[in-house]
C-alpha cells in the first residue's frame, strides 16, 4: 500500500533564509506526486505536481520540488523564505486516475521568524 | 477563479445527531471527493464519487457515512449518527478527469460534536 513520510512534524526558519521539507514515499508503481499547502483557516492548495519528465519541478510562490526514484524523496524547496510562507504542508501520493484518492503525509508545519 | 465551497464552516453537533456537509465542486469537474483530517492528524481519504456512484471508500467510511449528488450542483456528506471521534474537519475535493490528477479543494468544515 502507498504510504507518504514527513520526518519533520514542525520546522522554524529565518526570513530569507532557504527551505526544504523532506517527504519520503512508499509505492508499488510510478508515482504523481504533490505538494499542497494549507494556510490558517484555508482549504488546500496545490503548489507543484509530478507526473512525468523532468525531476525538478517548479512551483507557484516561488517553491520547487525534486523527485529522486533512487531515494523514493520529493522534497520541498524554496531558496528564501517569506513570512507568508509560515503554514502547513503535505506531501501527498497518487495515481493517474481521476477517481484514486490521494493518499498525504502528516504534514510539516513551517513557521518563518523575522 | 473558480473554486470549491463548503458550508457550513463550523458545525457543533451533539453525540448521535445526523449531520449533512455540504459542497459545490467546481463546475465542469467529474470527479468528487471527501476527506477529513482529526486535529494534529494526517489527511485522511473518506470516499470518491463518480457518475453519481461511489467509485472508491476507506474503511473509515462505514455504514454512518452516505454521500449523493442530488441536484447535479452540490455534492453532500451525512453522518447518520454522530460520534465524538466523528470530529474533524472535513475537506471536499474535484478534480476535472484522469488527465489532470489535480484535486481541487475547499475550505473546509470543521465538525465538532459533544
Redesign the interface.
Known amino acids: 500500500a502507498q504510504s507518504v513520510t514527513q520526518p519533520d512534524i514542525h520546522i522554524t526558519v529565518s526570513e530569507g533564509a532557504s527551505l526544504e521539507l523532506r517527504c519520503n514515499y512508499s509505492y508499488g508503481a510510478t508515482p504523481?506526486l504533490?505538494w499542497?499547502v494549507q494556510s490558517p483557516?484555508?482549504?488546500?492548495?496545490?503548489l507543484l505536481?509530478y507526473?512525468s519528465g523532468d525531476t525538478l519541478v517548479q512551483g507557484i510562490k516561488g517553491f520547487e520540488a525534486e523527485f529522486k526514484r533512487s531515494q523514493s524523496s520529493f522534497n520541498l524547496r524554496k531558496p528564501s523564505v517569506h513570512w507568508s510562507d509560515a503554514a502547513e504542508y503535505?506531501c501527498?501520493v497518487?495515481k493517474?486516475?481521476?477517481?484514486?484518492?490521494?493518499?498525504?503525509?502528516?504534514?510539516t508545519r513551517l513557521s518563518v521568524i523575522a | 477563479e473558480p473554486e470549491v465551497t463548503q458550508t457550513p464552516s463550523h458545525q457543533v453537533t451533539q453525540m448521535g445527531q445526523e449531520v449533512i456537509l455540504r459542497c459545490v465542486p467546481i463546475s465542469n469537474h467529474l470527479y468528487f471527493y471527501w476527506y477529513r483530517q482529526i486535529l494534529g492528524q494526517k489527511v485522511e481519504f473518506l470516499v470518491s464519487f463518480y457518475n453519481n456512484e461511489i467509485s472508491e471508500k476507506s474503511e473509515i467510511f462505514d455504514d454512518q457515512f452516505s454521500v449523493e449528488r442530488p441536484d447535479g450542483s452540490n455534492f453532500t456528506l451525512k453522518i447518520r449518527s454522530t460520534k465524538l471521534e466523528d470530529s474533524a474537519m472535513y475537506f471536499c475535493a474535484s478534480s476535472a478527469g484522469f488527465d489532470t490528477g489535480e484535486l481541487f479543494f475547499g475550505e473546509g468544515s470543521r465538525l465538532t460534536v459533544l
Open positions: 504523481y504533490f499542497y483557516g484555508q482549504g488546500l492548495q496545490l505536481k507526473f503535505f501527498a497518487g493517474f486516475s481521476g477517481n484514486t484518492p490521494l493518499v498525504f503525509g502528516k504534514g
